[in-house]
């Protein structure tokens, strides 16, 4: 899940940035020490406003200017049982990578699909019985089902695309137009016509 934080933190703004209009240098030195990085929050991806900015401390023997700073970042954190979208990014015997956002999860093998599932050299997974075929830069859509973050590096998401609703795009809109198809169609009720009696006397 995407999330947009209101982080504080004292940043090093170091020598090199200091030329720089002071919002710009600060941005910058917050882009170098926290875009990419993996904390509690989730994986860091974007600086979007610098708030505010507090006097400078210099440290002797240090040639940077540490400020107070409070800033808008954007995080992605994965969730337990979260329905994520993202593309396939690689095809192994074991399973599809699945890029979603800034890391990739692992839809093993016998996660694709309701099928014996088959792995050609040509890189493409294959049920056996529904014929359907996963490749390299389908778009797909799956839950996460097990999450591991220790590092950026080593970061680790299991899905799955087994259930309801998930798997390629292609194959949702087919089941999604077959089960269309298949709705009965209810016969229009006939509209009922109001008679009129005629009163005695002829009117």
């Known amino acids: 899940m995407y999330s947009i934080l209101e982080l504080k ?22 882009e170098k020490e926290f875009i990419g990085m993996l904390g509690k929050h989730g994986i860091f991806l974007a600086v979007l406003n610098v708030k505010e900015i507090g006097e400078g401390t210099i440290i002797p023997g240090d040639g940077a200017v540490y400020y107070q700073t409070s800033f808008e970042t954007l995080v992605y954190r994965p969730i337990m049982q979260e329905v994520v979208e993202g593309f396939v990014s690689e095809i192994t015997e074991f399973g599809a990578f699945i890029r979603i956002g800034p890391i990739d999860g692992l839809v093993h093998v016998s996660q694709v699909m309701d099928d014996y599932v088959n792995y050609a050299e040509a890189g493409v997974l294959q049920g ?8 390299v830069k389908d778009k797909v859509r799956a839950r996460i089902i097990a999450i591991s973050l220790k590092n950026i590096r080593g970061a680790k998401l299991g899905l799955t695309m087994r259930q309801p609703g998930l798997g390629k795009i292609e194959w949702i809109e087919a089941e999604k ?23 005695k006397g002829g009117k």
Not at 9 to 30: C, D, Y
Not at 185 to 195: Q, R
């Open 9 to 30: 933190s004292n940043i090093r703004v170091p020598p090199q940035f200091l030329g720089k209009n002071l919002k710009e240098a600060v941005k910058s030195a917050i």
């Open 128 to 135: 056996k019985e529904s014929k359907r075929s996963l490749k």
């Open 177 to 199: 137009k077959k089960g269309d198809e298949e709705k009965p169609v209810k016969p229009e009720k006939k509209k009922k016509t109001k008679t009129t009696k005629k009163k």
